[in-house]
């Protein structure tokens, strides 16, 4: 009997802290998220309509003949949370010979004819799909945004073929341009980009731009593989 009036005074305090518990609040972000289906709740932008604009810049790390540095930037038009146009990605590049090649033509007194491609400039166009995106609590205080998306499209390339020849121990190697050109291109990459704001994200990137251009007189496949670090700027809707 004791047993079944504490049962009884146990349901009845339940029942009255149930009743006055409040209400989930609704927000129009969670009435979007609930809509949409997110698992990803609470996040700090949108991407669908808005607009980025994008500065960059970055390095070839696997060019041992050049030591070439890139600047540049993008414009990129976002049609859904996962699927946008970079409707103008630019670099330029800016090189000069490499110390390992430096010290190969200074030791090597019989080579005349050492050519490679030389980016000046390109501009593609890609599509981009940001399959993945998450986020990760620091500290149990803030949270992390970000995601993880795919490049790929096709673009034009402004090249010059370069020509180095040894010219002994004591002095710079000699160099002269073969031929220079606009070629086609192509270009696939990974990036990772992390929103510190609502309108600011900051992306790290590999990206590989082939190029079909020219050497030794005949034009072959040349990958020129970048590693790149850039700052964005999400501007509101478009409408």
């Given at each position: ?11 009845c305090v339940?029942?009255n ?10 927000t ?5 998220e609930?809509s ?5 709740r ?16 970055g390095?070839l ?8 540095f890139?600047?540049g930037?993008r414009?990129?038009?976002?049609l859904s949370?996962?699927l ?6 630019g ?16 030791s090597?007194?019989n080579i ?6 030389r980016l000046k400039?390109?501009?593609s ?10 986020k990760?609590?620091i ?12 490049a ?12 180095f020849?040894?010219?002994g ?9 073969v ?5 086609p291109a ?8 992390i ?21 030794y007189?005949?034009?072959r ?12 700027f999400?501007i509101?809707?478009?409408g």
């Amino acid at each position: 009997m004791k047993k079944l009036v504490q049962l009884v005074l146990f349901l009845c305090v339940s029942s009255n802290v149930w009743a006055d518990a409040p209400p989930p609040i609704r927000t129009p972000q969670s009435e979007y998220e609930n809509s949409i289906g997110a698992v990803v709740r609470n996040k700090i932008h949108y991407k669908s309509g808005h607009v980025e604009v994008q500065l960059a810049g970055g390095v070839l790390p696997y060019d041992s003949v050049l030591s070439t540095f890139m600047a540049g930037g993008r414009f990129i038009w976002h049609l859904s949370d996962h699927l946008a146009w970079e409707v103008i990605d630019g670099h330029m590049f800016f090189n000069k010979i490499g110390g390992f090649t430096t010290g190969l033509l200074q030791s090597k007194t019989n080579i005349t004819n050492l050519q490679t491609p030389r980016l000046k400039f390109i501009a593609s166009t890609n599509l981009l799909v940001s399959p993945l995106y998450s986020k990760i609590h620091i500290g149990g205080r803030w949270d992390l945004f970000f995601d993880i998306y795919l490049a790929l499209g096709v673009g034009l390339a402004s090249t010059e073929t370069i020509k180095f020849a040894s010219t002994g121990a004591s002095s710079d190697p000699s160099e002269s341009i073969v031929r220079s050109g606009f070629d086609p291109a192509f270009n696939v990459g990974l990036g990772f980009k992390i929103y510190l704001t609502g309108g600011i994200g900051l992306t790290l990137e590999l990206r590989d731009y082939i190029v079909h251009t020219e050497t030794y007189g005949a034009k072959r496949l040349h990958s020129f593989y970048t590693t790149m670090v850039g700052l964005a700027f999400f501007i509101p809707s478009l409408g």
